[in-house]
């Protein structure tokens, strides 16, 4: 991918700021429900933080005995507890 122009900068920079209601959106016709076959997060991937857990033997043991990808699975496990509770609250 080629660096932007300074040219390219400045049309960047004016769009910017412009006010939305200056954008036409008459060819881009608003949603109001989604498709019966929209998955939400497919393409969305959380930004990953390498870090430092320590675990008791045998719950280690544990997710290890499922076989590979326990760390993928630790993150599942405390996603869906992070999930949980926020429909909780």
């Known amino acids: 991918m080629n660096p932007l122009t300074e040219k390219k900068r400045g049309e960047l920079r004016r769009l910017?700021?412009?006010?939305?209601a200056e954008i036409d959106l008459?060819?881009?016709p608003e949603m109001r429900e989604l498709p019966s076959d929209a998955v939400i997060?497919?393409?969305?991937?959380?930004?990953?933080?390498?870090?430092?857990?320590?675990?008791?033997a045998d719950v280690?043991?544990?997710?290890?005995?499922s076989g590979e990808?326990?760390?993928?699975?630790?993150?599942?496990?405390?996603?869906?507890?992070?999930?949980?509770?926020r429909r909780a609250s």
């Open 16 to 20: 910017t700021q412009r006010p939305d």
């Open 60 to 65: 280690l043991a544990w997710l290890k005995a």
């Open 26 to 28: 008459s060819d881009i």
């Open 41 to 56: 997060g497919r393409f969305y991937r959380p930004k990953k933080q390498s870090v430092t857990l320590r675990l008791d």
């Open 69 to 85: 990808g326990y760390q993928t699975r630790v993150n599942l496990y405390l996603r869906e507890l992070m999930s949980s509770k």
